[in-house]
């Protein structure tokens, strides 16, 4: 019994791994680890532009500051001197708030490293004094006589309680929160203009506004776009309810199948010279003729369908024009509660986003439209009592979710103190050999070490499955877009790092860094550990932003995960056509594990990298005060970052999901919440501290409040909104400079209600080619069909009530026929028909060289002047170029313009004109 507790006293003497030795191994193993990294990526940036420089090489992705052969080094000076409207120009808004806020780090970070120079000596200097055990108040004050730790001795850690030198912690804290109101400040008066900038460009969403809580008597798209006329007169351009197509989404799904195989099997023959076959119980089919015909029936379904759907949309338009009171209280059950509404000025938009539209509450509610590219259909066709309760179930999930994260964090934070639970050993080990503690030592005595440098990297571990858990409860909260998708998903996990890892990780460390002592007086201890413990807990977030630094961002630069995935697609998924080849195939999941080729960067996840940010601030302003030194590493990892990031968003990933620096807004309100929760905790540890300086901090508090409530009044709405004299200005110009709002008609059409044109094989011989130019053929059906026919060639016709106002009228023949007339125009000819680009096809559209011949038979009867007649262009001399099939579906030919018409169908291209 005796030589067992022998040898526990012999462990609690022994020299235990100090905060020195903790972040010198972390220092030079990450930190070689990250030199490395730097050197491989700059010798191999030289070397595979292809991987290092995607924006030069992929024809997409262009940017004019993506220049190629700067050296070895000579990148670094090139994107550090690019300017804010060159980002702004070529990378987006959202990248460039990213790195004005870096940069705003790297200010603060400053100011905390001149601090250094008063607050390091004051806190060195600290006399050592042994426990007094005869206070009146009969507080047992432990003091700082067993800090040995020269890194722990340039801390606030290294005072006694009662000591006048805290006051440097306060003095601090002050100048850094002042210097940060003011920076922040800054942000928004710069972020206001950018914002400015970004809402008066001329796209699709600037235009328009996304519409929930419609009621039922306005649940009719001409109804709707009447009653907004009311108070927007002429300047309704188009309105398109949300449809509840279930069936047609999933058969539109199964063409876009059928039409990725036949292009496939299309390929394979044309490069084999073999037909594609397959053996089934009727023998051998020819796939390229099954597909076919398979393709053709399904569009003559789908046609169809959308044939019957217009027919049951516009009864009810009518039925409601003419005040049916049926009608107004029963809508179509197809007919959802939301809409996109386009307007013909950017202040009509700006307008109706600052109104209210209605007196009850939740009706007629307007929000900033999404990109079309980014709207999520199936999400406008929930309840709003559906969406209410997937945001309470999201918000109990993220709870819950939070509460269990708790353990894991708990647990890694501990690692690296691993040597104070060899000093509890048992004290009834009758056998000295036996005991746990001696075996510890003997066989682990490097352990701590070891898990001191392994925990960062597994808070980065733990951290990475954050995003797709949380991601999934976004979900169920019904956002239209990926605008307040990213919104919801970057306040989550912003909650997460904060209360996850900042605070369990501080509370939980300094606990088990003096966990002998916490066991034998748990109430009397906890005052003294975390007055003592907590500044030194800087090391273990330090060491995090060093992991994350160096590390995580080299292996981001050096794109080892891209360069896998890259070469891994080119044997999973399908790959049979270049098409094929250039689109990302979702392995087992799209969140997890998305195989993209090297020329599909992808965006860049702004959610995540917003709140490391909102971390690091946090750190900062919290231990720039505790452990001032630690405003040294903050100021390195700045600067890295944002080297590393403007290298990456300049070279490689895709700025076309821009959301116009939405997360900003976002940003600067928990970069507020990370300030007053570092005054809260500097307060709280000179209060612990038994220091005067702590009463000083309640001023502080307050005033950094009342600041925040002062900017919420006006600055953020000013901000998120285009005012009305700048939206008048820019109308101006539009209207003066002559051009057409082309890129808005039919934008936001629900995409299964878009029949895509499909490719024309063009004739190898000029003189049939010729020939083809002006086609004429006859159609036979009753005039009141609506529909798409389908022709037996693959070269289908396209409904024009997708298209625009074409003044043709049909030809009469005996027998209830109709003279169908297709016709085709050189792509070079001014005069010829372009179709309506259909928005939710671009990417089928854009890479079709040929318009679609033109389809008259199923044109409404309603785009028809009586007495007109067929147009007499005479077409210009055909190409004598011949193209391979191939180059139907490659990149788009510059001598084709894509104009849009001048009518649109009242439930497809909005009102009639």
């Known amino acids: 019994m005796a030589e067992a507790d022998a040898v526990i006293k012999s462990n609690v003497d022994m020299p235990a791994s100090t905060s020195s030795d903790a972040i010198r191994s972390v220092v030079i193993l990450y930190g070689s680890i990250g030199a490395s990294l730097l050197f491989i990526f700059c010798l191999a940036r030289t070397k595979f532009t292809n991987l290092y420089n995607v924006r030069h090489h992929v024809e997409k992705l262009k940017s004019d500051l993506a220049k190629p052969d700067l050296g070895f080094v000579g990148w670094i000076p090139e994107v550090l001197k690019a300017t804010d409207d060159e980002i702004f120009t070529n990378v987006g808004l959202d990248a460039c708030t990213y790195l004005r806020a870096i940069r705003m780090g790297l200010k603060l970070a400053l100011m905390g490293c001149c601090l250094c120079v008063f607050s390091v000596p004051t ?85 328009s506004v996304y519409v929930t809580g419609i009621p039922v008597h306005l649940r009719s798209e001409k109804a709707l776009s009447d009653y907004l006329s009311i108070h927007f007169k002429g300047e309704v351009l188009e309105t398109h309810l949300v449809k509840k197509v279930p069936k047609l989404e ?102 109706a986003m600052q109104i209210s539209h209605n007196e009850v509450p939740f009706n007629l509610m307007v929000q900033e439209a999404p990109m079309p590219k980014h709207v999520v259909w199936a999400t406008g066709t929930m309840t709003h009592w559906q969406k209410q309760g997937g945001g309470i179930l999201a918000g109990v999930f993220t709870g819950a979710t939070c509460l269990f994260w708790t353990i894991p964090m708990a647990f890694i934070s501990t690692l690296k103190e691993v040597d104070e639970l060899k000093k509890l050993g048992p004290s009834g080990c009758v056998d000295a050999g036996n005991c746990p503690v001696k075996v510890m030592n003997d066989h682990f005595a490097l352990l701590d070490e070891i898990l001191g440098v392994v925990a960062p990297l597994a808070i980065l571990a733990v951290n990475y499955f954050l995003p797709v858990i949380l991601g999934y409860y976004c979900t169920l909260e019904g956002h239209i877009g990926q605008n307040t998708f990213q919104a919801s998903l970057f306040a989550k996990l912003t ?72 070469w891994l697609r080119r044997f999973c998924g399908p790959r049979a056509t270049p098409e094929e080849r250039a689109k990302d195939y979702l392995g087992l999941s799209p969140f997890i594990w998305v195989l993209r080729p090297l020329t599909s960067p992808g965006p860049l996840k702004y959610t995540v990298l917003f709140a490391d940010l909102v971390l690091m601030f946090t750190v900062l302003f919290v231990y720039s005060v505790l452990f001032p030194l630690s405003a040294l590493f903050l100021f390195a990892a700045f600067f890295l970052l944002d080297v590393g990031y403007r290298n990456q968003m300049i070279y490689i990933y895709d700025p076309g999901n821009d959301t116009g620096g939405k997360l900003f807004i976002n940003f600067a309100g928990y970069f507020m919440v990370s300030m007053i929760i ?13 220091s005067a300086a702590a009463p000083f901090m309640i001023p502080l508090i307050i005033i950094t409040i009342v600041f925040w409530k002062y900017i919420k009044q006006q600055h953020f709405k000013i901000a998120s909104t285009l005012p009305i004299g700048l939206g008048h200005e820019h109308d101006q110009e539009f209207a003066s400079s002559g051009k057409e709002l082309t890129f808005l008609k039919g934008a936001y059409v629900q995409k299964a209600l878009v029949i895509p044109p499909e490719p024309v094989a063009p004739a190898k011989d000029p003189a049939v080619a010729a020939d083809s130019k002006n086609e004429t053929s006859v159609a036979k059906g009753p005039p009141e069909a609506t529909g798409v026919s389908m ?10 009530s997708r298209a625009q106002h074409i003044p043709l009228a049909p030809v009469a023949t005996p027998g209830n026929e109709r003279l169908t007339a297709t016709l085709q125009f050189s792509p070079g000819d001014p005069r010829g028909i372009p179709l309506l680009p259909p928005p939710f096809s671009h990417q089928h559209h854009t890479q079709n060289p040929f318009p679609s011949p033109v389809n008259l038979s199923h044109a409404p009867p309603a785009i028809f002047a009586s007495g007109s007649a067929l147009p007499t262009h005479q077409p210009s001399p055909p190409s004598t170029e011949v193209h ?30």
């Open 250 to 351: 999933k058969m539109c799904a199964e063409r876009d199948h059928l039409i990725d195989n036949l292009a496939r099997h299309e390929h394979i023959f044309e490069n084999s010279g073999k037909r594609p076959t397959k053996k089934t119980q009727e023998g051998v089919v020819d796939l390229i003729d099954k597909d076919s015909k398979d393709l053709a029936e399904l569009k003559e379904r789908i046609a169809t369908r959308i044939a019957e759907l217009e027919k049951e949309w516009r009864e009810h338009d009518k039925k409601v024009g003419e005040k049916d009171r049926t009608a107004l209280s029963n809508p179509p059950p197809t007919l959802s509660d939301t809409a996109f509404v386009s307007f013909k000025t950017i202040s009509s938009t700006a307008i």
């Open 884 to 913: 391979s099939p191939r180059s139907w579906f490659s990149t788009p030919r510059k001598d084709v313009e894509h104009r849009p018409l001048a009518w649109s169908s009242p439930f497809i291209g909005g009102p009639q004109k």
């Open 791 to 800: 022709s037996s060639s693959m070269s289908n016709s396209t409904d024009l």
């Open 123 to 207: 806190y060195y200097t600290s006399p050592h004094e042994e426990p007094d055990d005869g206070e009146p108040d009969g507080i047992k004050r432990l003091s700082n006589f067993n800090i040995t730790d020269p890194l722990e001795k340039m801390s606030m850690g290294n005072t006694y309680f009662g000591d006048s030198r805290t006051f440097i912690a306060m003095i601090t804290s002050w100048f850094l929160s002042i210097f940060g109101l003011y920076l922040l400040l800054k942000e928004i008066e710069w972020y206001t203009v950018y914002r400015h900038k970004y809402m008066r460009r001329e796209t699709a969403q600037n235009y």
């Open 678 to 690: 570092a005054q809260i905790t500097v307060f709280g540890v000179l209060s612990l501290s038994v």
């Open 495 to 566: 909650l997460f790092m904060i209360i996850q890892t900042f605070f369990v990780s501080a509370i939980a460390g300094s606990l088990f860094s003096q966990l002998d002592e916490f066991v034998d007086e748990p109430i009397n201890k906890i005052q003294d550990i975390l007055a003592n413990s907590l500044p030194a807990q800087a090391v273990t977030f330090m060491s995090l932003i060093f992991v994350k630094t160096t590390y995580r961002l080299m292996t981001e630069m050096l794109r080892p995960r891209a360069a896998f995935y890259g």
